[in-house]
T-cell receptor, first 119, second 111 residues
Framework: EAGVVQSPRYKIIEKKQPVAFWCNPI?????LYWYRQNLGQGPELLIR????????DSQLPKDRFSAERLKGVDSTLKIQPAELGDSAVYLC?????????????????FGPGTRLTVL | KNQVEQSPQSLIILEGKNCTLQ??????????LRWYKQDTGRGPVSLTI?????NTKSNGRYTATLDADTKQSSLHITASQLSDSASYIC??????????FGPGTRLSVLP
């Protein structure tokens, strides 16, 4: 079974340029997450989707960041315009949320990430 | 505020030695706690998961413990190998599908 696929793996851009990241979650996983991970720190949630609905985007800087998950499968995260402080690894993860479980394991499976460098 | 703290920030050990990593959390209500291993340039991979009623869980040379009363967890690595060099991240989940990540412990295993 294929894992979470992300592309590109690396991206170098100049500040003020736009950039987009793509994620293909594990087949059948209805929950998709985008995280940002700075060097030496743990991942920080940017947005969480349940199917095609963004259910938690409270940490997404909406002035420059946008995301979409058309048809509830693939997802794209965009930054426009990029700033120097956006340099980080952007991780995508997916999980299968069972109906009726407020607890439960709902294990997240992570992609390899996209390392963004803004010059 | 829900937080996860980890110690030490970094650790260097010799191959074959044991080590223990610590995790303290304030996440409430608690659902489960995971330890992830993250190799350089890779996404995190789950090692163990424990719920409120579990106080120990093993995965090969990795053994995690959980004290839900004191809100502490540890990850013990036995007979370390060079391939254990990675960041180890403690993640606590509440009942609202919220995952709180710790900053990680960077482990380096030297020959």
């Amino acid at each position: 079974e294929a894992g979470v696929v992300q592309s590109p793996r690396y991206k170098i851009i100049e500040k003020k340029q736009p950039v987009a990241f793509w994620c293909n979650p594990i087949s059948g996983h209805n929950t998709l997450y985008w995280y940002r991970q700075n060097l030496g720190q743990g991942p920080e949630l940017l947005i969480r989707y349940e199917n095609e609905e963004a259910v938690d985007d409270s940490q997404l800087p909406k002035d420059r960041f946008s995301a979409e998950r058309l048809k509830g499968v693939d997802s794209t995260l965009k930054i426009q315009p990029a700033e120097l402080g956006d340099s980080a690894v952007y991780l995508c993860a997916s999980s299968l949320r069972s109906k009726g479980t407020s607890g439960g394991h709902n294990e997240q499976f992570f992609g390899p990430g996209t390392r963004l460098t803004v010059l | 505020k829900n937080q996860v703290e980890q110690s030490p920030q970094s650790l260097i050990i010799l191959e074959g030695k044991n080590c223990t990593l610590q995790c303290n959390y304030t996440v409430s209500p608690f659902s489960n706690l995971r330890w992830y291993k993250q190799d350089t340039g890779r996404g995190p991979v789950s090692l163990t998961i424990m719920t409120f009623s579990e106080n120990t869980k093993s995965n090969g040379r990795y053994t995690a413990t959980l004290d839900a009363d004191t809100k502490q967890s540890s990850l013990h690595i036995t007979a370390s190998q060079l391939s254990d060099s990675a960041s180890y991240i403690c993640v606590v989940r509440d009942y609202g599908q919220n995952f709180v990540f710790g900053p990680g412990t960077r482990l380096s295993v030297l020959p």
